[in-house]
């Protein structure tokens, strides 16, 4: 699995990356990081569905309330955000994240926790266990049955990235 912190204007980017390593699971950080404080959700929603076409990537639901204003975010100004990546994705790749200890800066873990668990009530109950992070794992192990995953290595790439069995200088200048 490849962790990969982005933002919104890296997305094609990543598109291309991904496209270039379909057998590596990929795992998008903090939505990545839509312009939530100025709530411009294009072309980054449509960027978004169009990465989560790619069954090999999974979306962490993190970061939202330091990329809002973190004195004065609310639940329904996150919210389309967390709609557009759990419609692309769907529970069953999306990942709930604290990004504890940053969060802090405009809420504590309680307050973000019951705002993905209030979003996630809708959900069935196996889905909202795979948001929370109950099945998460599998459904991570789960992408790369039937395949030899790339190794990870502990090694640092370009950028400070993992480096990547496969991934070489212009993935990771691409990403960076």
């Known amino acids: 699995m490849c962790s990969v912190a982005l933002t919104a204007l890296q997305l094609e980017e990543a598109i291309a990356l991904v ?18 404080r100025e709530l411009v959700t294009e072309p980054w929603a449509r960027l978004m569905r169009e990465l989560a076409r790619r069954p090999n990537v999974h979306c962490k639901v993190s970061g939202m309330v330091t990329e809002a204003d973190p004195s004065t975010w609310t639940d329904a100004q996150l919210r389309p955000y967390f709609d557009t990546v759990l419609d692309a994705f769907g529970a069953e790749r999306l990942m709930f994240g604290s990004d504890w200890p940053v969060c802090l800066l405009g809420a504590g873990f309680g307050r973000w926790r019951g705002v993905v668990t209030d979003w996630c009530g809708a959900l069935s109950a196996g889905e909202r266990s795979e948001v929370a992070g109950g099945d998460g794992a599998a459904g991570l192990r789960s992408a790369r049955v039937g395949r030899q995953p790339p190794v990870a290595s502990w090694r640092r790439g370009p950028g400070r990235l993992p480096q990547v069995a496969g991934m070489n200088a212009v993935d990771y200048a691409n990403i960076a």
Do not use: G, N
């Not at 496209?19 to 939530?36: M, N, S, T, W, Y």
């Open 19 to 36: 496209d270039r390593h379909p057998e590596q699971v990929f795992v998008v950080d903090h939505l990545a990081k839509p312009r939530i």
